[in-house]
């Protein structure tokens, strides 16, 4: 089992920074492949970048390559997500998961762990 709870979200305007966290519980976190989706008002959950479970190997959305880096530190049981030159239409809940294979990551369904979310909100 593995319990996840996002953080840093907040309110910022165009062009600005946010650093989200996701603090996992559980022995077993630095087995699992992370991801970070996000979901809008009215559309579905989409997917934002993700990570295997040593950090080595990243995978972005088109939206988010070059603005946000994806990273992880296993011995605080955490990953981050450091999103810069943030955008108005970045808006949206964000949420972490987790899943024991670095496969099929930028699919939701296949994640077995979801944190609450965290709410991003970009003012033009």
């Known amino acids: 089992q593995v319990q996840l709870v996002e953080s840093g979200g907040g309110l910022v305007q165009a062009g600005g920074s946010l650093r989200l966290s996701c603090a996992a519980s559980?022995?077993?976190?630095?087995?699992?492949?992370m991801g970070w989706f996000r979901q809008a008002p009215g559309k579905e959950r989409e997917f934002v970048a993700s990570i295997s479970w040593s950090g080595g190997v990243t995978s972005y959305a088109g939206s988010a390559k070059g603005r946000f880096t994806i990273s992880r530190d296993n011995a605080k049981n955490t990953v981050y997500l450091q999103m810069n030159s943030l955008k108005p239409e970045d808006t949206a809940v964000y949420y972490c998961?987790?899943?024991?294979?670095?496969?099929?990551?930028?699919?939701?369904?296949?994640?077995?762990?979801w944190g609450q979310g965290t709410q991003v909100t970009v003012s033009s």
């Open positions: 559980g022995r077993t976190f630095s087995s699992y492949a």
């Open positions: 998961a987790a899943k024991p294979t670095f496969l099929e990551t930028m699919t939701a369904r296949t994640y077995d762990y």
